[in-house]
């Protein structure tokens, strides 16, 4: 299982507010067929599940900006894939508070 966190940037709005593109990318991953789960930040989205489908997902969700007016969007991806242990965002972050507070895993 794969988390990618994204960040989806509409340029050549006509304005600084981005919660409307933000809202309409978050109904990309609600609609979403594939086997994910999804968490919003306030600077990016976090999203896990299989490669193949974050991809397809992202791909989506960078098209909602132009399709709402943009004229340019920067997406940047960061991508943590994992094979040798199954990980799930619950559990890395499960990892860092054990360590927080001293407690072995």
Known sequence: M??????????????????GYVAA???????????IS???TPM???IEGELDDLLAVVRRMHEVPFDRGA?????SITIDDRRD?????????RSVEQKL???RE
């Open 2 to 19: 794969a988390i990618v966190q994204v960040t989806i940037v509409p340029l050549g709005t006509g304005t600084t507010s981005v919660s």
């Open 25 to 35: 990318t978050q109904q990309v991953l609600e609609e979403a067929a594939e086997a």
């Open 38 to 40: 999804y968490q919003l």
């Open 44 to 46: 990016s989205t976090i």
């Open 71 to 75: 004229v340019r969007v920067s997406t």
């Open 85 to 93: 242990v199954k990980g799930t965002m619950e559990q890395k972050l």
């Open 101 to 103: 507070h001293g407690e």
